[in-house]
């Protein structure tokens, strides 16, 4: 009869709480979600400088929005559980047993699951509709929407139906960019037009690296002999930061640029500009491919009578007596 | 165990792990090179710094790398260094005289000379017997000649100038064989280039990282392991102070 009469306080109690909890979980979820929509995803990185990171942006804040109710609730509960649901001075009773709840267990379950699989169908979406995101998606980019095809790799102009291409070249330890419309000139400046969908093809002469345009939300891994195709529209003219992502040596973290997004006659004018500053050295680069071997080059005469028949490094003749 | 006792081993122990990681740190990191100073040489806004390639270290405990040496401003000898200091907003006037033989460069556009006044290199080559007469050069092709043997670039500026190389194979197989190579072009029968280019130091002071762009490192992986990874060889850096 004792354990009767105490139990309908607790009962009454639970539901107090419960009621209580998920009034105040609403509310501040509101609240919190409120100020991750209109104040914190704005500036969530990596900004809004081209389609793919305005893509990426919105992504970030869908997945903050979900998430933020379920820390929300976790932390309440949490806080909760500390503040009132503590063991009080003097009391060595046993708490209340648990015997499982079907409904609080299948609603977990239900709900977790249908917050998984919905992300799993929206980021693949995501992943189709800004050609990839701007991820690197190796030499056979599946994903293309919305980018037109490369209809010529020796000529571009502005809103053409033509792919505007910059290869971009890692090597130990700097950025070279490579623009087979116009000559395939290759500069240590990285310049886009604004507005016009850009491929990258990117490789490496040497060993892996990440061509890492942060702001244009692009990101593709430079492997040698491998060339990885990222999409991207550059959005706003003005600067952007690329770094290399993948930890390839000693100045790994010297490997950096300010890229340049100019309006297209800039563009177009820079592209002239640099093609005839460079014209001496573009026509002793090899002709433009998308991966290259340095390893088997073309050497002179002088060159092949010293045994340097390649550009790999292994340079030392076998008789050096002082051989690495 | 006394709290006392318990507080004090917990010390003993974390110092004694803080001295394990500093300890390999350090090991891995090891002795900086030293850094030649030019600030007190500079004057009406202009410094001189010299240089040198040599196909060699022997003065150091990796004899067969190649290296770059910087001249003391204070002793006039070159010193087995690559880090030297400059002062900001200042037109260095850099010659570097080029010992060691050539080797193709891997990306040919560091054939070009750039970020460097008049995207130009003043030079000499020296035979053996005599110096050729100063020409200005803006671009080497490396793979079709024997051409370049280094290059001075950073990245960060725009500088990138390919160290020309003795051409012949005669000359190639007559480099200097003790390093430093002997200092005045005048005093060796060593084939050799002397380049001379200025550039500007930039107003941000600050430690800029250089490097060599050609595949040096040989018997390391795409040649750019060993001298080409380690300061104090083929890589260093220009502290640029106010």
New interface residues.
């Given amino acids: 009869m004792a354990a009767d009469a105490s139990a309908a306080p607790v009962v009454a109690g639970r539901s107090r709480d419960a009621r209580l909890l998920l009034t105040l979980w609403i509310v501040l979820s509101v609240i919190a979600d409120l100020l991750v929509g209109l104040v914190l995803g704005p500036h969530l990185p990596p900004g809004r400088a081209s389609d793919q990171a305005a893509s990426q942006q919105t992504d970030f804040t869908v997945l903050a929005l979900l998430a933020t109710p379920v820390v929300v609730g976790v932390l309440l509960y949490f806080g909760w559980a500390l503040a009132f649901w503590r063991q009080q001075p003097g009391d060595e009773t046993d708490a209340a047993p648990l015997h499982g709840n079907l409904r609080v267990q299948a609603t977990w379950i239900i709900g977790t699951a249908a917050i998984v699989l919905s992300l799993a169908v929206y980021g693949t979406v995501e992943l189709i509709a800004p050609a990839g995101a701007g991820a690197g998606q190796g030499p056979q980019p599946v994903f293309k929407n919305g980018m037109p095809a490369a209809a010529s790799l020796t000529s571009w102009t502005p809103n053409s139906n033509n792919i505007l291409q910059v290869q971009v070249?890692g090597?130990?330890?700097?950025w070279?960019y490579r623009y087979p419309q116009f000559g395939g000139f290759?500069t240590?400046q990285l310049v886009l037009p604004v507005g016009q969908p850009v491929q990258f093809n990117v490789t490496s002469?040497?060993?892996i690296h990440s061509f890492w345009a942060y702001t244009l939300g692009v990101k593709a891994d430079a492997n040698p002999g491998v060339n990885n195709v990222a999409y991207a529209t550059p959005t706003d003219t003005g600067y952007f930061q690329v770094r290399c992502a993948e930890l390839c040596?000693?100045?790994h973290g010297?490997?950096?640029d300010t890229g340049q997004v100019m309006t297209d006659s800039d563009f177009m004018a820079w592209t002239q500009a640099t093609k005839t500053k460079?014209a001496?050295?573009t026509k002793?680069?090899?002709p433009y491919a998308l991966t290259y071997d340095?390893t088997t080059?073309?050497?002179?005469k002088?060159?092949q009578?010293?045994g340097?028949t390649?550009?790999?490094?292994?340079?030392?003749n076998p008789a050096d007596p002082?051989?690495? | 165990m006394s709290l006392p006792a318990r507080v004090v081993t917990l010390v003993v122990a974390f110092l004694a792990v803080v001295a394990g990681v500093l300890w390999v740190v350090f090991d891995i990191v090891g002795p900086q090179p030293t850094t030649e100073n030019y600030m007190a040489y500079a004057k009406n806004g202009v410094v001189d710094v010299t240089m040198m390639t040599t196909p060699q270290t022997t003065i150091s405990n990796r004899p067969d790398w190649v290296s770059y040496f910087i001249k003391n401003p204070a002793t006039g000898q070159f010193d087995h260094t690559t880090y030297f200091a400059v002062p900001a907003n200042t037109t260095v006037n850099v010659t570097i005289l080029g010992y060691d033989g050539c080797t193709p460069l891997r990306n040919p556009v560091w054939g070009k000379v750039a970020g460097v006044a008049n995207d130009a290199e003043n030079l000499q080559m020296w035979n053996g017997k005599s110096m050729s007469t100063a020409q200005e050069v803006t671009t080497f092709d490396s793979w079709a000649d024997c051409s370049v043997q280094h290059t001075f670039a950073i990245p960060s500026l725009g500088i990138n100038v390919p160290v020309a190389s003795p051409d012949t194979v005669d000359e190639n197989n007559a480099l200097c064989a003790a390093s430093p190579c002997t200092a005045d072009a005048a005093d060796t029968n060593s084939p050799h280039s002397v380049i001379k280019f200025s550039f500007k130091t930039p107003s941000t002071t600050g430690a800029y990282h250089w490097q060599c762009f050609v595949p040096c490192g040989g018997g390391y992986v795409d040649g750019n392991g060993g001298p080409m990874a380690t300061p104090g060889y083929m890589m260093g850096q220009m502290e640029v102070e106010a």
């Fill in positions: 070249i090597q130990q330890w700097a070279t290759e240590t002469l040497d060993v040596g000693i100045w010297s490997m950096y460079l001496d050295v002793i680069l090899p340095p080059i073309p050497a002179g002088v060159n009578a010293l340097l390649s550009a790999g490094g292994g340079y030392y002082e051989q690495p």
